[in-house]
C-alpha cells in the first residue's frame, strides 16, 4: 500500500484564491510527521510546513495552512491568496518515528496559478 | 539563512562510467540523506547517513552505489557502473537529526544525471 496517496496530478487555481492540494497518509505508527515540499520549474524542493501527529493544532506557516484530519488520515496543504509564483509541484511526505529517517513521498500535485 | 549545495548541476554520462555527485550539508546538521527522482515520477529514498555510516538504505541502493562523508563538510555519492535507468534527478538532503518525527530534512537543489 502506498504510504502517501495525491490524487490530484493537476490543479488550477485564480490568483488571489484560495486552493486545497490533498494528501492521504498510512500509517499504523502512532508517531509520525508530514511535511509539504514546493518543486519549482527549477526542480529544487522548498520546505513548507510540518505537522505532527500529536499536534493539536493544524499548522500555519504563512500563506501555508495544514488541514490535518487525523481521523480520516488526511493532511491537505491549503494556499491562501495564491500568488504566480506559486505554481510548481507539490509534493506531501511522511516520517514514521518507529521505521527509521526515510521520508516517504506522494507523486505530487502539479498547480498552476491563472492570472 | 543556511542552505544545502551541491554540484554539479547537471552531469552526462556514458553508460558504465563512474561518477560522484557531491553535496554540502548544512554545517550542524547530523544526519545526511540521498533521493532521487526519476522525470515525472515521485522523489524516492534511498540512503541515509549518520555518524560515518549508512543508517538506513532502500532496495535501491544496490552494490553499485556507495556514500561517502570524506572530510568535515562533503558528503558524497558514487554510482559505480552508470546504467541508462539511473538518469534521474539525484537530491540531497539534511537534518539535525533530533530522533523526533519534528526532524525535517532540507533538500539541495539537486543534481541532474543524464547517462547516455
Known amino acids: 500500500a502506498q504510504k502517501i496517496t495525491q490524487t490530484q496530478p493537476g490543479m488550477f487555481v485564480q490568483e488571489k484564491e484560495a486552493v486545497t492540494l490533498d494528501c492521504t497518509y498510512d500509517?499504523?505508527?502512532?508517531?509520525?510527521?508530514l511535511f509539504w515540499y514546493k518543486q519549482p520549474s527549477s526542480g529544487e524542493m522548498i520546505f513548507l510546513i510540518y505537522?505532527?501527529?500529536?499536534?493539536?493544532q493544524n499548522a500555519t506557516e504563512g500563506r501555508y495552512s495544514l488541514n490535518f484530519q487525523k481521523a480520516r488520515k488526511s493532511a491537505n496543504l491549503v494556499i491562501s491568496a495564491s500568488q504566480l509564483g506559486d505554481s510548481a509541484m507539490y509534493f506531501c511526505?511522511?516520517?514514521?518515528?518507529?521505521?527509521?529517517?526515510?521520508?516517504?513521498f506522494g507523486t505530487g500535485t502539479s498547480l498552476t496559478v491563472i492570472p | 539563512e543556511p542552505e544545502v549545495t551541491q554540484t554539479p548541476s547537471h552531469q552526462v554520462t556514458q553508460m558504465g562510467q563512474e561518477v560522484i555527485l557531491r553535496c554540502v550539508p548544512i554545517?550542524?546538521?547530523?544526519?545526511f540523506y540521498w533521493y532521487r527522482q526519476i522525470l515525472g515520477q515521485k522523489v524516492e529514498f534511498l540512503v541515509s547517513?549518520?555518524?560515518?555510516?549508512?543508517?538506513?538504505k532502500s532496495e535501491i541502493f544496490d552494490d553499485q552505489f556507495s556514500v561517502e562523508r570524506p572530510d568535515g563538510s562533503n558528503f558524497t555519492l558514487k554510482i559505480r557502473s552508470t546504467k541508462l535507468e539511473d538518469s534521474a534527478m539525484y537530491f540531497c538532503?539534511?537534518?539535525?537529526?533530533?530522533?523526533?518525527?519534528?526532524?525535517?530534512?532540507?533538500f539541495g537543489p539537486g543534481t541532474r544525471l543524464t547517462v547516455l
Open positions: 554545517s550542524n546538521h547530523l544526519y
Open positions: 500509517t499504523s505508527d502512532p508517531s509520525y510527521g
Open positions: 538532503a539534511s537534518s539535525a537529526g533530533q530522533g523526533t518525527i519534528t526532524d525535517t530534512q532540507y
Open positions: 511526505a511522511m516520517r514514521e518515528l518507529n521505521t527509521g529517517n526515510q521520508f516517504y
Open positions: 505537522q505532527g501527529s500529536y499536534d493539536q
Open positions: 547517513f549518520y555518524n560515518n555510516e549508512i543508517s538506513e
